[in-house]
């Protein structure tokens, strides 16, 4: 896994429960910490690409103290939470997956929220 930093930022919506991850969809993988990526933790990210084999995602957070905080939006509950608390997915930090790093499907994230969080990339973040 490594974080995107120049990657020409395209959105699509294309869930397709078929076992590969698909725009759309939130799956489970293995997330480095900022701080140590020697370290990290098995997190939801909402898949927002793909280039054959490799997965671009946002990290999914159920840390209530997220709400408000810069670069992180509100989903609300999702299917990928299985207590269904609130999830906030981080915009600023673009994660760059193999697609054999994903270790199952959460959920569809609907189609609604996805566009909320397309328009909040597209507006803020430059993505197309």
């Known amino acids: ?3 995107v930093r120049d990657l020409g930022r395209t959105l699509s919506y294309s869930p397709n429960l078929d076992g590969e991850a698909d725009p759309g969809e939130v799956v489970w993988t293995w997330v480095a910490y ?3 990526p020697s370290q990290g933790k098995d997190r939801p990210v909402l898949v927002v690409g793909r280039r054959g084999s ?3 995602g946002l990290m ?3 840390q209530s103290e997220r709400a408000g905080q810069r670069h992180w939006y509100s989903l609300g509950p999702g299917a990928w939470d299985r207590e269904e608390r609130p999830s906030f997915v981080r915009l600023d930090r673009v994660l760059e997956l193999a697609e054999d790093s994903i270790r199952r499907e959460g959920a569809v994230l609907g189609r609604p929220q996805f566009d909320r969080v397309a328009g909040v990339l597209r507006a803020q973040y430059d993505w197309s």
Do not use: C, K, Q, R
């Open 1 to 3: 896994m490594s974080i």
């Open 54 to 56: 490799t997965v671009y």
């Open 60 to 62: 999914l957070s159920s």
């Open 34 to 36: 900022e701080d140590d």
